[in-house]
């Protein structure tokens, strides 16, 4: 995924309202997000992530590993356990 930089900030007359944000970075812009997602009447999903380790280690230290990965998108460089998603919506 290449980076994309938004220019427009909220409050500006050219920012679309409308438009969920998939990487959310504080509390007001997922309270954003949670408010589309319940209010759009398209198909939703919500996809949980998968962890994978793979190296020649055994299979209990394989387990081990996934198990101390935290459930906290601040710790995890931004990424969440469950991702909400919404067809036919824009993502930035």
């Given at each position: 995924m290449k980076q994309r930089l938004l220019n427009v900030?909220?409050?500006?007359?050219?920012?679309?309202?409308?438009m969920a944000h998939l990487f959310t970075k504080n509390a007001s812009?997922?309270?954003?997000?949670?408010?589309?997602?319940a209010l759009s009447k398209a198909d939703k999903a919500q996809t949980k992530a998968l962890d994978i380790v793979i190296g020649d280690i055994s299979?209990?230290?394989?387990?081990?590993?996934?198990?101390?990965?935290?459930?906290?998108?601040?710790?995890?460089?931004?990424?969440?356990?469950?991702?909400?998603?919404?067809?036919?919506?824009?993502y930035d």
């Open positions: 900030r909220p409050g500006q007359d050219n920012y679309n309202m409308n812009v997922h309270a954003h997000n949670n408010a589309l997602y299979d209990d230290l394989k387990k081990q590993m996934k198990n101390k990965i935290p459930d906290d998108p601040t710790k995890t460089m931004g990424l969440y356990l469950l991702m909400s998603v919404v067809t036919a919506t824009k």
